[in-house]
């Protein structure tokens, strides 16, 4: 994982997530230490103050960034289109919308507004900056390094440029250029914890856990109260198979913020691995309740109930999942595979069979969980099509093979049948239905 904060965009598991920070940079009104209501009051005012004065282009501007704040994006796009009325040059006003297109990933609306403002300014950095992000979004990282490096060319101290190039170099792999500009940057600004964060988290990356505890420490140093530091630490010390410290720094990421849900899930999985199940369900459900909106973590409780033979909750949470994620595959097969255990639910099994491999077609194990379904409703004409297409989807699962060894014995093909069922021994000598293959073979087979 690689997190990037305080920046215009966040990096996260390798995706590009938009922000405004760079447009709330440009708006300093102290809204960091406001509580909600003060913020409250703050648009109210605003609200009020362009109502007095419509003509006055910095206050759309910044109720435009007021709503920006809030995600009200279409007020937002608003107020920054009634400031250009008023003034068709306002370069702050068409950053913001190229920052908005950039945020809900138009790049073609973002390039634009970037290419509007490089006119107006050829020397612009946060528009060479946008214009970076927008071609990492167009998967073209050589033009992002491009314009990354013309920012740090109209000024070689920017620490979004120093930052964003790094994070690219990140993204690509390059984690020795990564560290460096890290470093370079630290040099720059020392006491913005951005930087360390960056610099942890990428040498995370690069499995440099000693480096990585020592760049967050510093990094909670200078901010104490964010959780993201926290998290890292934990996953460091994890990595060190060091379970007692990486608890103590998730739990320490979660009473310093309840609602960041990464340390949730990393501290229940560290209670899985030490085989504490009561504690990972517990942590699993403090999380819903604060969120009750996680697929995920209904997901792995229901494959958590399923392996400790508690079907009724697993099924509950699967459908919790369904509910919260309507492509959620992994939900819809395992739903389908506990009903099939049951005869009398075999229609169920089926129709959530078939939504699953309608969401992921080539999937061998879904694919295999519907040929099932149909060999024991019968339908052995069905399931052997089926299970010989999960066999091309998955040649090296032995269950498959063995499903298809027992739908070409339905369907009289003794020779395949045992074909399969060799292939799945040879496969795994062990697998769960080892002995079943072996007694096929030696009884069923055996004239053949």
């Not at 920046?7 to 300093?28: H, K, P």
């Not at 946008?130 to 920017?158: H, T, W």
């Not at 990140?170 to 006491?191: F, G, V």
Request: proline share 3%.
């Amino acid at each position: 994982m690689f997190i990037n904060i305080g920046l215009i965009f966040l990096f996260l598991m390798g995706e590009v997530v938009g922000g405004l920070n760079e447009l709330t940079n440009r708006y300093e009104i102290g809204m960091e230490s406001l509580s909600q209501q003060g913020r409250d009051r703050v648009l109210d005012k605003l609200k009020k103050e362009v109502e007095k004065r419509p003509g006055l282009v910095d206050l759309h501007y910044r109720l435009g960034i007021e709503y920006s704040r809030r995600g009200r994006l279409k007020e937002a796009v608003g107020e920054f289109n009634q400031a250009l009325k008023i003034n068709p040059k306002h370069i702050n006003s068409i950053l913001a919308l190229a920052e908005i297109e950039l945020s809900i990933r138009n790049v073609e609306g973002a390039t634009k507004r970037c290419e509007e403002v490089l006119r107006l300014d050829k020397k612009n950095l946060p528009a060479h900056n946008i214009l970076g992000q927008v071609y990492l979004l167009k998967k073209d990282p050589s033009k992002a390094e491009e314009e990354f490096r013309k920012s740090l060319e109209i000024d070689p101290d920017s620490i979004p440029a120093h930052l964003l190039l790094a994070n690219l170099y990140n993204l690509t792999k390059r984690r020795e250029d990564a560290i460096s500009l890290y470093k370079k940057a630290q040099k720059i600004d020392p006491k913005n914890e951005a930087i360390y964060i960056n610099l942890g988290y990428t040498c995370l990356d690069a499995g440099l856990n000693d480096e990585a505890i020592v760049e967050l420490k510093k990094a909670s140093g200078l901010s104490p109260k964010n959780p993201t530091t926290y998290d890292g630490l934990g996953i460091a010390y994890r990595r060190k198979n060091d379970s007692k410290e990486a608890l103590k720094w998730f739990k320490e990421a979660i009473e310093t913020e309840p609602g960041f849900m990464l340390a949730y899930d990393h501290l229940a999985t560290i209670y899985l691995e030490e085989k504490k199940v009561t504690e990972a369900i517990k942590i699993y459900k403090e999380a819903l309740k604060i969120n009750p909106n996680i697929p995920a973590f209904h997901l792995k409780l229901a494959m958590i109930y399923e392996k400790e033979g508690d079907k009724k909750k697993a099924i509950s949470e699967y459908k919790q999942t369904i509910s919260k994620d309507s492509k959620a595959v992994l939900a819809y097969n395992n739903l389908a595979y506990i009903y099939s255990e049951e005869k009398d639910e075999l229609d169920k099994a089926l129709s959530f069979a078939k939504r699953a491999k309608m969401l992921a077609e080539n999937s061998g194990a879904v694919t295999d969980t519907l040929g099932w379904i149909y060999y024991q409703r019968e339908e052995y004409d069905m399931a052997l099509e089926t299970l010989k297409e999960a066999r091309r989807l998955s040649p090296n699962d032995p269950m498959v093979a063995y499903h298809l060894g027992m739908a070409y014995l339905k369907n009289k093909m003794k020779d395949e049948a045992k074909r399969e069922f060799s292939g799945a021994l040879k496969l795994n000598p062990n697998f769960s239905k080892a002995e079943e293959a072996k007694k096929m073979i030696d009884t069923e087979l055996h004239s053949k």
